[in-house]
T-cell receptor, first 115, second 118 residues
């Protein structure tokens, strides 16, 4: 079945460091891919998305490119801030039942950024 | 546009009781999905509703059920609560069809209901 694998966490960085969080997927067909972020005590926020192969999603300085050949969607940011400390989830919609309303998530990566 | 709202935000119940959680989707969104989030199992899909019909279901026991109303609002119910049902329950809505007419895959989440079973 469809699955999403994220790099083992947690990740601890100093402010202004470069961030990469790896994500690979297996999916039936090539649907959209997403990164979500969860701040403490909150629900998930859609951070960015890519709707087809070779698309690059970007938002708030974060970027991820949908690589069909390596089935990857790695999240990157050139210079992290303390406010980026959160849990990051890679996600893929699944074909199942009669719709694509099921998101399969990676296990989540805890990011802590120190001043 | 207002986001997804969930009520209540926090709930404490005793084993054996039942609980009902409520979710109001973003205006115009017709699909609602529910997820359970726990430290051990991560985010797991419960079910999705569209047009008052369950369209997709995860691997949860029959104690977990849901429904959707004509205004797209949704409720989920858990009967005969167990300690292991303690979790953050998240509701998400999507448009079902995008502005271009194709499938809209992205889901928007509410803040969740924190359920504690004692």
């Amino acid at each position: 079945g469809d699955s999403v694998t994220q790099m083992e966490g947690p990740v601890t960085l100093s402010e202004e460091a470069f961030l990469t969080i790896n994500c690979t997927y297996t999916a039936t067909g090539y649907p959209s891919l997403f990164w979500y972020v969860q701040y403490p005590g909150e629900g998930l926020q859609l951070l960015l998305k890519a709707t087809k192969a070779d698309d690059k999603g970007s938002n708030k300085g974060f970027e991820a490119t949908y690589r069909k050949e390596t089935t990857s969607f790695h999240l990157e940011k050139g210079s992290v801030q303390v406010s980026d400390s959160a849990v990051y989830f890679c996600a893929c919609p699944n074909a199942g039942g009669t719709s694509y309303g099921k998101l399969t998530f990676g296990q989540g990566t805890i990011l802590t950024v120190h001043p | 546009k207002a986001g997804v709202t969930q009520t209540p935000r926090y709930l404490i119940k005793t084993r054996g009781q039942q609980v009902t959680l409520s979710c109001s989707p973003i205006s115009g969104h017709r699909s609602v999905s529910w997820y359970q989030q726990t430290p051990g199992q991560g985010l797991q899909f419960l079910f999705e509703y569209f047009s008052e019909t369950q369209r997709n279901k995860g691997n949860f026991p029959g104690r977990f059920s849901g429904r959707q109303f004509s205004n797209s609002r949704s409720e989920m119910n858990v009967s005969t609560l167990e300690l292991g049902d303690s979790a953050l329950y998240l509701c998400a809505s999507r448009a079902f069809r995008g502005s271009y007419g194709g499938t809209a895959y992205e889901q928007y989440f509410g803040p969740g209901t924190r359920l504690t079973v004692t």
